[in-house]
């Protein structure tokens, strides 16, 4: 799993930072979802490595201008390059009215199948490899906070072992390999987990903005290995943060540490803390890491690889 910051501003996008986006490529899958839509997101993705050919779901968090002035857009441009077999696209309700609308008075007809899903708390999609839920935030209109859960896997299955046990191919090594136990036809009782190694834990992030410090953030946080957080505004001005319902570099940290989160990846920063101000990104950066030091701040185009965890490497870490 792969994530891709496309926009990390709040509000107005920079010269250095688009609004809101943030890609997720799949792993062995030609597939990448993308969470909000601000405007500019198809320049971006143009300016990136994704192809947007491979773009198949998009998660809208609420109907603020910097989260969703790029949607449009960029399904337009999917259109007319025909390139694209089928969008989902989930969000809250509204969403469907607005683009509508938007089609609708622009003249635009789309030449791929498209739905679009209202959302409401928890879950809005799963196949095999894959659970998405949401979760209420606490902002001016409703927004809604996901959660992205890649289901466990069980460990590589041992051939030669099953072989030098005598075990026969065919239908029950499938059965092994899910970790079943088997009776086979001379009577042996085979564990599968003792055939496979250690589980595959399945990756988990959360992605919460916009929003003020909120039991909701928390629990889309709990033990995932990346917490994307929006930290709009530093901890000085944190007044100001909660007449907007947006939050500081410190609320973002301590979402992290209440969840138990494995890193904390802040995004969505005022302009008001360009270098040279009395106040500067570095700044939230330090605030945060006091809270939770494993706190990282993006910029547009950065992207991090999230690791697996095995099963003996949780447990180890439980233990200690």
Known sequence: ?????????????????????????????????????????????????????????????????????????????CGLAGNIERVDIYGPPGL??????????SHTHFSYPMKIHA???????????????????????????????????????????????????????????????????????????????????????????????CDGAVALAEDVDVLIHEATFAHQDAEMAFQRLHSTSTMAAQTALVGGAHRLIMTHFSPRYAPGNQIELKDLLQEARAIFPNTHMAHDFMTYDVPRRREEKLATAIAS
């Open 1 to 77: 799993m792969q994530i891709t910051f496309l926009g990390t501003s709040s509000g107005v996008p920079t010269r250095s930072r688009n609004v809101s986006s943030v890609a997720l490529r799949l792993p062995q899958r030609a597939e990448f979802w993308l969470f909000d839509c601000g405007e500019g997101t198809q320049h971006q993705l143009l300016r990136s490595d994704l192809k947007t050919s491979q773009l198949s779901r998009i998660f809208i968090t609420h109907m603020h201008g910097d989260h969703i002035f790029g949607l449009m857009g960029l399904l337009a441009s």
């Open 96 to 105: 469907q009215e607005y683009l509508q609308a938007a089609s609708r008075y």
């Open 119 to 213: 959302v409401r708390p928890g879950i809005v999609y799963e196949d095999e490899d894959f659970t998405v839920t949401c979760g209420l935030l606490h902002h001016r209109i409703p927004a809604f906070g996901y959660r992205i859960a890649e289901k466990d896997r069980s460990g590589r299955f041992d051939v030669e072992k099953a072989k030098a046990l005598g075990i026969p191919s065919g239908r029950v090594y499938g059965q092994l390999k899910r970790g079943e136990t088997v009776t086979l036809d001379d009577g042996r009782v085979i564990d599968g987990r003792e055939l496979c190694g250690p589980t595959e834990i399945g990756r988990k992030i959360a992605y919460c903005t916009d929003t003020v410090y």
